[in-house]
């Protein structure tokens, strides 16, 4: 005699769960790139970055598509390899949010984009958001750093920040000096 079972619907607290005791959401899929290997990620946050990206984790979707998979994948290794600066001692030629940021991909010509944390509908057509692969591969980086860039389709490119030409952090601290 054979035992049906009803399929395992996990919801998003069992998930974390999970994520938090190593769970590998990507299990292993050969499509997708072995984000370990680009390990260290080195990045630098803010407090209000780190946090704003826990926020994002959580609100991820958890569907099968390849790309969300491997953001998730993505932002959980940043998060674990980031290091953490008070907003008052971050570089300023550090991206974080808000900041407006020259870069190349793949050698091609260079791009300059806004990081955003969500997408503004009277946004310029210029930004970047950071719940995507470039967008949270900018997160973090200097000006000057090279950082392989996992590509939508699973492949891996290369990102290089040329410029950081505004930090609201930095800004800030100019007001007050």
Known sequence: MRAFTSPCVETDEQLLDKLEMGFDPLGGAADSPRLELLRPIECQMTIKDYTLVEGH???????????DRLLLRLIRTKLADARIV??????????????RVAYSVNGEPDSTCVLRHWEHKDDESTAVTVRSLLG????????GQHAPLVQDDGSIGHVTVLDVAFQPEAARRALRD
Not at 57 to 67: C, E, F, M, N
Not at 86 to 99: E, K, P, Q
Request: proline fraction near 3%; hydrophobic fraction near 40%; charged fraction near 15%.
């Open 57 to 67: 984790l959580l609100q991820l979707p958890r569907g099968s598509a390849t790309d």
């Open 86 to 99: 008070l907003s008052d001692d971050i570089a300023s030629d550090v991206v974080t949010g808000n900041s």
């Open 136 to 143: 949270m591969t900018l997160l973090g980086m200097t000006a």
